[in-house]
């Protein structure tokens, strides 16, 4: 089995003592092709210093903030599916896409195509891990392994509120990247971070040396530098979203901007 390329990806970074940038896309939003268009353009304005992650648009939203819920329920409300989702990621890299891609996706619909079935259209579309963020704890180690014998990293989420033996479980079940929620409840953008980041990372690593990317609140490239200084990456969605919601005209284009701009925070 070829290296995958998130563990690629941090290994060099964490060689280079650089820390990484993930853009979150929703795919279908706003459209399919410029999906595509959006994870080609991330790609660049990173310059080789991140991973993207995609969300794969779901009904019932499980804490996203009400800008990425709006952008699911566009995607939906177009004819966004989980085939045509996968379809954005196997488009982007035939048109050179090399960074590592996860896909944020509900356990629900790993459920109804069956973990190897999914799994295997993940790998077949170029996908490179999975964002689990509503998989039961008890369920986990049965849904992990199947995705990791097929090829695909995981990653689950740990909250602040998330109990100290609760999180040391949940470690165990992340192989690519920890995702940890620098506030607890839904996505979207803050004005200031909470205080408690640095501490509760570095609690975290007392269970794993596995790289731990922070997500939720993050909207510049401030608060990027802020995250980074003790994380390895930064996960930046609903400010992303807002901006190409904001601008209808040109989505791409203002989406490759403001990426540029929150990879200045990178230290």
């Given at each position: 089995m070829?290296?995958?390329r998130?563990?690629?990806?941090?290994?060099q970074a964490?060689?280079?003592?650089k820390k990484?940038l993930?853009p979150f896309?929703t795919?279908?939003y706003?459209?399919?092709d410029?999906?595509?268009?959006?994870l080609?353009?991330?790609?660049r304005?990173?310059?080789g210093?991140?991973m993207?992650?995609?969300?794969?648009?779901?009904?019932?939203p499980i804490a996203d903030?009400?800008t990425?819920?709006?952008?699911y329920?566009?995607?939906?409300?177009?004819g966004?599916?989980?085939d045509?989702a996968?379809?954005c990621?196997r488009?982007a890299r035939t048109?050179?896409?090399?960074l590592?891609?996860?896909?944020?996706?509900s356990?629900?619909?790993?459920f109804?195509?069956g973990s190897?079935?999914?799994a295997?259209?993940?790998?077949?579309n170029?996908?490179?891990?999975?964002?689990?963020?509503?998989?039961?704890?008890e369920?986990?180690p049965?849904i992990?392994?199947v995705?990791?014998?097929?090829?695909?990293?995981t990653?689950?989420?740990?909250a602040?509120?998330t109990?100290?033996?609760?999180?040391?479980?949940?470690?165990k079940?992340?192989?690519g990247?920890?995702?940890y929620?620098?506030v607890?409840?839904?996505t979207?953008?803050?004005?200031?971070?909470?205080?408690?980041?640095?501490?509760?990372i570095?609690?975290i690593?007392?269970?794993s040396?596995?790289?731990i990317?922070?997500g939720?609140?993050?909207?510049n490239?401030?608060?990027?530098?802020q995250v980074?200084?003790?994380?390895?990456?930064?996960?930046?969605g609903s400010?992303i979203?807002?901006r190409?919601t904001?601008?209808p005209a040109?989505?791409?284009q203002?989406?490759?901007t403001?990426i540029r701009?929150?990879a200045?925070g990178l230290?």
């Open positions: 070829s290296t995958n998130i563990d690629t990806m941090f290994a964490r060689t280079d003592h990484l993930c896309l795919a279908g706003p459209s399919l410029a999906t595509v268009e959006l080609i353009a991330a790609e304005a990173m310059d210093r991140g993207i992650e995609l969300g794969i648009p779901f009904s019932d903030g009400p990425i819920q709006e952008s329920t566009k995607a939906l409300s177009a966004t599916t989980v045509k996968l379809a990621v488009q048109k050179g896409v090399k590592p891609i996860v896909a944020m996706v356990f629900s619909i790993i109804k195509r190897e079935n999914f295997k259209a993940c790998v077949a170029g996908l490179d891990g999975l964002v689990l963020p509503d998989i039961p704890l369920e986990a049965a992990t392994q995705m990791n014998q097929q090829g695909l990293k990653a689950l989420l740990v602040p509120s109990p100290t033996a609760r999180r040391e479980l949940i470690v079940h992340c192989t990247f920890i995702y929620l620098s607890a409840g839904i979207g953008e803050r004005k200031e971070l909470p205080p408690d980041i640095a501490a509760n570095l609690s690593k007392k269970f040396d596995l790289p990317c922070v939720f609140g993050i909207g490239a401030t608060q990027v530098k980074t200084a003790v994380a390895d990456g930064a996960i930046v400010a979203i807002r190409l904001e601008n040109n989505p791409v203002s989406a490759e403001f701009q929150l200045t230290v």
